[in-house]
């Protein structure tokens, strides 16, 4: 079975720094998906950014990236140029590449906080 | 604009009753979710539709039943509602054929049992 880590239950960057949030992941398989959500306090889950395990190049989404380490099974999310706004909690999911409804498997969640 | 919608956001009720949270799509997509989130916010797959049919059922007790009318919705009905199922539930949509779209999630129902 899939499993999902985040390590840092609490994490803390001031505003306009940098910061970056921490996965690990166990899988067999050798395609799958990665995802990081937000969820703020209005807890929506905003999908950040997506990887395919196919994919060396890193995603990118504005200050928004990924260090895809497939080897390593791990996904760290960095968030540049923090705002106020980032503050959040933030999962790093899961996804299987086959199945028609493949579900996802969710890390338990790295609450970020911003800092004036 | 609402991709994915649930009604209500927020079902207060007391222990042993009987109640349901609706969850519609409006992306067109073939597969519908829903998730638990607890209250030390993990979040945990319950059962999921393709195409109206049950592709996912994850140890969830048998008080919980969904119920998929058309791919467009599905539904959550609980029975005799215990303390632990106090959460906030989740519905979300993808397309099960294009397995790199996202999920995208309704905004959650709190569900608080008294």
């Known amino acids: ?116 | 604009d609402t991709a994915v919608s649930q009604t209500p956001k927020y079902l207060v009720t007391q222990m042993g009753n009987d109640k349901s949270i609706k969850c519609e799509q409006n992306l067109g997509h073939d597969t519908m979710y829903w998730y638990k989130q607890d209250s030390k916010k993990f979040l945990k797959i319950m059962f999921s539709y393709n195409n109206k049919e049950l592709i996912i059922n994850e140890t969830v007790p048998n008080r919980f039943s969904p119920k998929s009318p058309d791919k467009a919705h599905l539904n959550l009905h609980i029975n005799s509602l215990e303390l632990g199922d106090s959460a906030v539930y989740f519905c979300a949509s993808s397309q099960g054929n294009s397995d790199n779209q996202p999920q995208h999630f309704g905004d959650g129902t709190r569900l608080s049992i008294l």
């Not at chain 1, 990924?66 to 909690?89: T, Y």
Request: aromatic share 12%.
């Open chain 1, 1 to 116: 079975a899939q499993t999902v880590t985040q390590s840092q239950p609490e994490m803390s960057v001031q505003e306009a720094e940098t910061v970056t949030l921490s996965c690990t992941y166990d899988t067999s398989e050798s395609d799958y998906y990665l995802f990081w959500y937000k969820q703020p306090p209005s807890r929506q889950m905003i999908l950040v950014i997506r990887q395919e395990a196919y994919k060396q190049q890193n995603a990118t989404e504005n200050r928004f990236s990924v260090n895809f380490q497939k080897a390593a099974k791990s996904f760290s999310l960095k968030i540049s140029d923090s705002q106020l706004g980032d503050a959040a909690m933030y999962f790093c999911a899961y996804r299987a590449y086959t199945g028609t409804a493949s579900k996802l498997t969710f890390g338990t969640g790295t609450r970020l906080q911003v800092t004036l």
